[in-house]
Nanobody, 118 residues
Framework: QVQLVESGGGLVQAGGSLRLSCKASGIILSSFTSNMNWYRQAPGKERELVASIGYGSSTNYADSVKGRFTISRDNVKRTVYLQMNNLEPEDTGIYYC??????????WGQGTQVTVSG
């Protein structure tokens, strides 16, 4: 049973930084390295993909966070990180860790709240 547990959210002023962590358990290394993703959902909006990391540590970012956010992982600890710098009020939302086994078969964490005050 794969479980994802996020941590590191909080309240920060605009221009500040936060580092989110997602600890994965019950997942084999090949699955962990295939893809790990961060999504966020702002109030009244749909959940959106923020950043992904895959094989060979290839990364992808939403245009809105490029140059400010960095996704990384520790394969030994089965942990994925999201370093968020120069935060903006528009970054406010619940941030979810995700692993996709195949289309339609996702695992989600419980989410961690990020609030950026302007």
């Amino acid at each position: 049973q794969v479980q994802l547990v996020e941590s590191g959210g909080g309240l920060v002023q605009a221009g500040g930084s936060l580092r989110l962590s997602c600890k994965a358990s019950g997942i084999i290394l090949s699955s962990f390295t295939s893809n790990m993703n961060w999504y966020r959902q702002a109030p009244g909006k749909e959940r959106e993909l923020v950043a992904s990391i895959g094989y060979g540590s290839s990364t992808n970012y939403a245009d809105s966070v490029k140059g400010r956010f960095t996704i990384s992982r520790d394969n030994v600890k089965r942990t994925v990180y999201l370093q968020m710098n120069n935060l903006e009020p528009e970054d406010t939302g619940i941030y979810y860790c995700n692993h996709r086994f195949r289309p339609g078969d996702d695992r989600w964490g419980q989410g961690t709240q990020v609030t950026v005050s302007g």
